[in-house]
């Protein structure tokens, strides 16, 4: 757009070598506060300054190397329940960042896609309807190594009420010790599904 004004090149050449020189000043501030206090807030601005890096085209060198930082930050982290939304956004940054989160950190992603669901389906009461979904939602979280944040706690619980009043419902003709064991079986998955209660019916037939 400047050379289509009639801008001279010489005076565009100077601007993007200030710009540039501004930019990697910026960058290289950012990354000392993020290896030096650790915050979020250190970790999105130099999120955002890689961000503007790359449309510029800033060298490459320098964006890895920033990258490596904010990487190295997040390794030697150690994540909580209490984490999740963090790492939601922390996903979010890395995007930024253009950087992958692989290995020992790969485990994020899943967390940061299952928060929103745990945290949505915890607000409701278990039902027939989502009851398959969970299961499928705190099957997935167990898989990723998932640090038990307050909903999930929250949907467990729920979701072991409602597993063992289904299952008292569905084999109550049964022996006692028949019952106790059908419920732990359900309530150590999280849940039951329209296939379990169809199979403890069949159960149940064939015992009365």
């Keep these: 757009l400047a050379t289509q004004a009639g801008v001279p090149a010489e ?13 990697g000043a910026r960058l290289s501030a950012a990354k000392t506060a993020l290896s030096t206090t650790h915050a ?3 970790m999105s601005e130099l999120a955002d300054l890689v961000a503007i ?4 085209n800033y060298d490459v060198t320098e964006r890895q190397a920033c990258a490596e930082v904010f990487l190295e930050e997040l390794e030697n982290r150690t994540f909580s329940g209490a984490d ?10 890395a995007k930024l960042f253009g950087a992958g989160l ?27 309807a989502n009851s398959g979904k969970v299961v499928s939602v705190i099957s997935e979280a167990s898989k990723a190594g998932m640090p038990a944040m307050a ?14 009043s289904k299952l008292v419902e569905v084999v109550s003709g049964s022996p006692a010790h028949d019952i106790t064991t059908a419920i732990q079986a359900v309530v150590q ?13 069949a159960v ?5």
């Design 11 to 23: 005076d565009i050449a100077t601007a993007n070598t200030t710009l540039f020189t501004r930019v």
């Design 40 to 42: 979020e807030e250190s």
């Design 53 to 56: 890096a790359r449309k510029l």
């Design 84 to 93: 999740i939304p963090f790492v939601e956004r922390v996903v979010e940054y």
């Design 102 to 128: 692989t290995g020992d950190l790969a485990n994020l992603n899943d967390w940061a896609r299952l928060g929103p669901s745990i945290r949505q389906l915890a607000a409701q009461e278990v039902t027939m």
């Design 151 to 164: 909903e999930l706690v929250t949907l467990k619980d729920k979701a072991s009420t409602f597993a063992t």
């Design 189 to 201: 998955g999280g849940g039951i599904t329209e296939d379990t209660l169809t199979k403890s019916q």
């Design 204 to 208: 149940q037939a064939s015992v009365a």
